[in-house]
């Protein structure tokens, strides 16, 4: 059995993760293994990660027991594999919100925020720019933003699914430094960790609340609204 997941240094040095699994001689075996995968992310969103059987994996992907195995030692190896492949699009995710918001923090930076009007443009491009990534994981695939909670205690009991989290907690973390760092935080590192634990409250209250809320906008504008004023008067 060779790795079921590699991060391997891109050109700029970050870790760039790509779902390998067993290797195949024939394109309709990865078909089958990819089936089992997608057939597992199922039952985790609709039973969690305890519900993740061989045979209840066999019948979900509608394949013979014999293929569960055969692809995947053990239930930890295809837990970790399915979250492999939810991290490989959260990934992707990540990185294209990160290249949306740098057209956004390119503008704000020409902002006087000492300017309470330029100062409430700011605060509500931010909190469009921000709802929108959460929004729009849940537009784009409910089932992952759902499997991303429930994969949340397997980082805790499988190695290999907490060097994943840890890997796409980077990728958002880099992202959202670059925010607070373009507001001028005079703590960068501690308002990171607050909107990144904000992100996470907002995206389990949309699941909650089927995204028929406005509450992620209010609190992340009355965030805003709190820190700007500081960074503006950094002696209050």
Known sequence: ?????????????????????????????EQR???????????????????VRHRAVAAEA?????ATTYYFKDIHELIADAFTLYTEWAL????????????????????????????LEAIERLVTSLSGFSR???????????????FRYEVFVEDRVRRLALMHRKALTEAVREITTLMGSQMVEEDTAIVMAILHSVEYQLLLDEGDS??????????LSMLLPMLVQPEL
């Open 92 to 119: 992707a995710y990540v990185q294209k919100f990160a290249s949306e918001f740098r057209d956004t923090a390119r503008d704000i930076r020409g902002y006087d925020m000492t300017d309470p009007r330029q100062q």
């Open 1 to 29: 059995m060779n790795n079921n997941n590699d991060s391997r240094p891109d050109q700029d040095g970050k870790a760039e993760l790509k779902y390998r699994g067993r290797r195949t001689s024939r394109e309709k075996s």
């Open 33 to 51: 293994r990819r089936q089992i995968l997608e057939a597992t992310m199922r039952i985790i969103v609709r039973d969690g990660v305890r519900g």
């Open 214 to 223: 406005d509450a992620p906008e209010r609190i992340l504008r009355r965030y």
């Open 136 to 150: 729009g994981k849940l537009a784009e695939d409910t089932r992952m933003l759902i499997s991303e909670q429930a």
């Open 62 to 66: 509608e394949v013979p027991l014999a």
